[in-house]
Nanobody, 126 residues
Framework: QVQLVESGGGLVQAGDSLTLSCTVS????????MGWFRQAPGKGREFVAG????????FYADSAKGRFTASRDNAKNTVTLVMNSLKPEDTAVYYC???????????????????WGQGTQVTVSS
């Protein structure tokens, strides 16, 4: 059974930084792309960043480019999202997710991900 557990959320002020981590219990972790998504109250789940299997190539939503950095450590089965220059509009529940298909480019659609963590709340005050 694949399980994902996020950590690192919290309450910060605008301009601060925060690092989210996600640990994945999956022996085939390195064969799957991973994604970070977020969901603000009353809104749909939004793609934030994707990390490709193997090479770890990253892809970002426009809202995250230049401020967020995603990475993976295949030896530790973890993915990380470093968020800098946080804004109040970044407030949301953040989720990590594992792609449903092996060895594919990370998708920006939540429907392409089969396993999800429980989410971690990030709140940015102005």
């Amino acid at each position: 059974q694949v399980q994902l557990v996020e950590s690192g959320g919290g309450l910060v002020q605008a301009g601060d930084s925060l690092t989210l981590s996600c640990t994945v219990s999956d022996r085939t972790f390195s064969h799957y792309s991973m994604g970070w998504f977020r969901q603000a109250p009353g809104k749909g789940r939004e793609f934030v960043a994707g990390i490709a299997w193997g090479t770890g190539t990253t892809f970002y939503a426009d809202s995250a480019k230049g401020r967020f950095t995603a990475s993976r450590d295949n030896a530790k089965n973890t993915v990380t999202l470093v968020m800098n220059s946080l804004k109040p509009e970044d407030t949301a529940v953040y989720y990590c997710a594992r792609d449903g298909a092996v060895a594919t480019r990370p998708s920006s659609s939540p429907r392409d991900y089969s396993y999800w963590g429980q989410g971690t709340q990030v709140t940015v005050s102005s």
